[in-house]
Structures are given as C-alpha cells and as structure tokens.
C-alpha cells in the first residue's frame, strides 16, 4: 500500500465522493433543483417516504432527464475503468485501452450505419452486434486460443480497428447528409446526451455480470502481471484464460459503446493514477478503478453539458482534455522515479 492509506480507508472515501458527486451533478443544469429535491425525487419513484414533493415538470427532469443520465455515466467510467485496467495486464502494455480490439471501431461503424440511414432508433443495437463483430475478427486474426499472444492480440485489433475506421470513414462521406453529420460527429465523440434508463438497464447489466466477474478473477490477474511463464507456474491456463477475459472486456465495452458511443481516457488514464494510490494488486485496483471512473466521468459529462449552456459539448472532448495531460503527468513521474 502506497502513502500509507489503507485500501479500505481510499475506497470508502471514493464512494462517498462518488455518492455525493451522483446527487449534486443531477442538480446542476438551467432549472434550480436542491439535493433535497433529488432525494425527495428518487424516494417518491421508488415508493419510500418522501419528505416533499415536487412539481411535475421539475420532478420530470430529475426523474426522466439528469438522473438516468448521471447514473449512466457513473456505469460506463466504472466498466471502461474496469476493462482498462484488466487489458493493460492481459496484453502488458500499459498504453492499452478498452479500444484495443479494435471495438470502437466495429461499433462506430455500425452506429454510422444506422444513422446515415436514419434509424437512430437502433442505434444500441446496430453499435453493439458492430463490436461484437470487431471482436470476432480481431480474435479470429490474432490465430487459436492455443497461441494467443498479447503481442499478436494487440496487432490484430489494430488492423480491425483501422479497416472499421476505414469503413466508418466510407459510410460518411459516401452518405451522410444535413444533420446527420452533427449526430454522427456527436456520436463519435462520445455523448450521454440521449441516455435513457434503458441505457441505465443496459449499461447496469453489463457491469453488474461481467465487470464483476472480471473484479473476481483478481488472482489470476496478478499472475498474468508476472508475466505468462509465472502465472503458469501457478497453474494458471495463460492462453484459456487470457481469452476469456479478452471476450469479457469486449463484451463490457461494446455494452457501454452501445450506450454512450467511444470516449476516450477513461480507461487509459484512470487504472494510472489509481495504481499511484493502491499499487497494482487487483483485487483493491479493480474496486477503486470502479469508483474513481464513475466519479470521473460523472464529472466530465456534467462539465459538457454545463460549460457553454445552452450548447453541450460531446463528453469525449473534455475527457481528452483533462486525461491528456492528467496521463502524460503521470508518464513524466514514473520517468523520474526511474530515471
């Protein structure tokens, strides 16, 4: 344990940070609504004691609006936290993303597709089955579970990566026309502007299931940081287990792609800056990684929409402005201590 903060001491106060960050974030936008309001909101909708009662359109805009909202970007930062921090030690390159396998690709193709078409309606759908696909042909590319190797998985998702940009590319400037090029920008970017509690639901599942299922494999996890000769050493199937928590990351990012489109830096820079507090054992990097990139994205999506009101920025822009430099301070500091 690093700085001498217990695990369980930085993890409590992350949820509490994240937990009070949920509540005022829905508070901020152009109506004035109190944290009271928020609590008295959410009460009345999930039949507990409310202790006032809002008017109904304040009530709609917490209710149907901020909260589903907030709470889908507090999911999608803790699953792309999650799932960058499990592919920087499955491929051990810690410039690794949840993006690595070439998912972003394959579900901004299929988004495009959809909204050059003008169903955006499917969209979830379209972009979901398009990084699906990414996956099969980045793990088809790379060769059989008996021989995947993190260098070859790397290479073999930026090939899919590129073809689907390639494609994405394509699609544009072959179709779109009038605004849709604003929603496909938008979309590209990353945006939660459209976040329903369908996304809740869709965003929660995959989470819930698969970014705990990849918080409980902590163990072989330390082994892969080892390095593949010692984690079979411990009796660990390297290349069996290697792809299957492959296919969980991408099942839990072409999940949240679904929802919110690809934003950049959660995944990258989050799993860095929580390894300076709690080293890298994962089952306490995991858990933290959770909660600081709920807290994270929560934040960055409440400065878009809140900078340039009425204007809304696409959450990816701010992402990459405040990850950017966040990571490359880090890249400085681990250069000085091994310098």
């Known amino acids: 344990m690093r700085r001498g903060l ?21 508070t901020i936008g152009p109506a004035g609504i109190a944290p009271a309001d928020v609590w008295a909101t959410i009460a009345h909708h999930v039949g507990l004691p409310a202790p006032g009662t809002l008017s109904p359109l304040l009530d ?16 999608v930062g803790a699953g792309l936290a999650v799932a960058g921090a499990v592919m ?27 909204l050059v078409l003008g169903i955006s309606v499917l969209l979830p759908v379209a972009a979901f089955v398009g990084a699906l696909a990414a996956l099969v042909a ?49 979309w590209l970017m990353g945006s939660l502007a459209g976040a329903e509690w369908s996304s809740v639901a869709i965003a929660g599942v995959a989470v819930g299931v698969v970014a705990t299922g990849l918080a409980l494999a902590s163990r072989p996890l330390d082994a892969f940081a080892l390095g593949d000769t010692a984690a079979s050493a411990l009796g660990i199937p390297v290349s069996r287990a290697r792809w299957a928590m492959l296919v969980a990351v991408a099942l839990l990012t072409g999940a949240l792609v679904a929802v919110s489109g690809a934003i950049g830096f959660v995944g990258l820079t989050v799993p860095h800056a929580v390894r300076l507090v709690v080293g890298g054992g994962h089952r306490r990097l995991l858990a933290l990684s959770t909660v600081v990139g709920a807290t994270f994205l929560v934040w960055a999506d409440t400065a878009a929409r809140a900078m340039f009101a009425p204007r809304e920025l696409p959450v990816g822009i701010v992402t990459a402005f405040v990850g950017a430099p966040v990571f490359a301070l880090l890249l400085w500091r681990r250069r000085g201590r091994e310098a």
């Open 6 to 26: 217990p695990a369980w001491a930085a993890f409590t106060l992350a949820a509490l940070v994240l937990l009070a960050s949920l509540v005022v974030a829905v």
């Open 60 to 75: 709609g805009i917490v209710w149907e609006l901020r909260l589903p909202r907030v709470i889908t970007a507090a999911l």
């Open 88 to 114: 920087q030690t499955l491929v051990r390159n810690p410039l690794a993303d949840p993006y690595l396998l070439g998912l972003s690709g394959g579900a901004s193709l299929g988004a495009v597709a959809v």
């Open 138 to 186: 980045a793990l088809t590319l790379a060769g059989r579970t008996s021989t995947l190797t993190p260098s070859r998985t790397v290479l073999a998702g930026l090939a899919v990566g590129q073809l689907a940009a390639a494609g994405t590319s394509f699609v544009i400037f072959w179709s779109a026309t009038g605004d849709s090029y604003r929603s496909i920008l938008a």
